[in-house]
């Protein structure tokens, strides 16, 4: 990837706003239409791949997304012990539109976070 | 329309197979991923449907292309002096056993072993790295790689190890 073109370069940065607000509109509106955490937190983590695509060079720090995948992680595994254990979706039958929206969003960054390190280790660390 | 899209798909699953150039059938299977995508909406399924497309078609081809690119052949050089070719030299070396050995450490490290024999010498500045050149001096073999080159390294450690090339010498450029 050492002779990048002119071409994708420039249509690429012309499409990654619109990648990205169409990877945020997937996750927000996952509990009516379809598409979920997953799906939308793997088109963002796509933005990140395009970037290679334009501009191979690397510059990002790994360690902020590994920390933010673990943190997600506990998170994600918490959230619903404390909803359930309290009885909170019986209680309070309101909140649970609010709470399939902060679940997708939690799923998207994990995912996010985890789909770019996986690309960028392999892209910039594994070789023989 | 299904059953066009079906039929398109069983075309692009046949081209990829098809193929002489790895490229392109790294583009085909991004052209089947999307074409499955579109199949997978058509039955009802816009979920996996999102999922194929952009896992499917845009990162599995990304990293087939970058996987492409870091791709190298480990290339040996075996260099011969005019009068070594003859058997009982090429006994006594046991070049076969030593190409043996090397293969056997090519397979385990997934790397894809090319022998090629020459008389020339050849030019060790210009190779690169996975370039390995054989060669006897002295009544030892050398082996000469880049300084850079893990992979020949290790590849000296484990014949050194052996018993009958112990001898065995190095020469990094």
Redesign the interface.
């Known amino acids: 990837m050492t002779n990048h073109s002119t071409l994708l370069s420039k249509s690429l940065t012309i499409v990654y706003p619109f990648i990205l607000i169409f990877g945020f509109y997937i996750v927000v509106n996952g509990h009516t239409s379809p598409g979920g955490g997953f799906q939308g937190g793997a088109v963002i983590a796509s933005v990140y791949i395009s970037k290679y695509l334009v501009l191979p060079v690397y510059d990002y720090q790994l360690e902020p997304f590994k920390m933010i995948e673990k943190f997600m992680l506990v998170i994600i595994l918490l959230l619903p012990l404390t909803i359930f254990l309290f009885r909170m979706n019986v209680m309070l039958p309101e909140f649970n539109v609010p709470y399939l929206m902060a679940m997708n969003i939690l799923i998207a960054i994990k995912v996010t976070c985890g789909i770019s390190i996986i690309f960028f280790r392999f892209v910039f660390f594994e070789t023989r | 329309m299904k059953s066009i899209m079906l039929i398109i798909l069983v075309v692009t699953a046949i081209m990829t197979l098809q193929t002489k150039k790895m490229k392109n059938a790294v583009i085909y299977l991004g052209v089947f991923s999307i074409i499955i995508a579109f199949v997978y909406l058509l039955q009802g399924a816009?979920?996996v449907?999102?999922?194929e497309a952009?896992?499917g078609s845009?990162?599995t081809t990304?990293?087939y292309i970058?996987?492409l690119?870091?791709y190298?052949l480990y290339r040996i050089y075996i260099n011969f002096d005019a009068i070594e070719i003859n058997d009982s030299v090429y006994k006594k070396n046991n070049y076969n056993d030593l190409l043996k050995s090397i293969k056997t450490f090519c397979y385990k490290?997934?790397?894809d072993p090319m022998t090629i024999y020459t008389v020339d010498k050849i030019n060790l500045k210009g190779m690169g790295k996975?370039h390995l050149n054989l060669e006897i001096v002295d009544y030892h073999i050398q082996l000469s790689y880049h300084r850079n080159d893990i992979?020949s390294e290790e590849l000296f450690d484990y014949l050194s190890k052996k018993d009958e090339f112990s001898t065995i010498r190095k020469k990094i450029f």
């Open positions: 816009p979920d449907a999102i999922a952009v896992i845009t990162m990304i990293l970058v996987a690119h870091k190298k490290n997934d790397l996975y992979k």
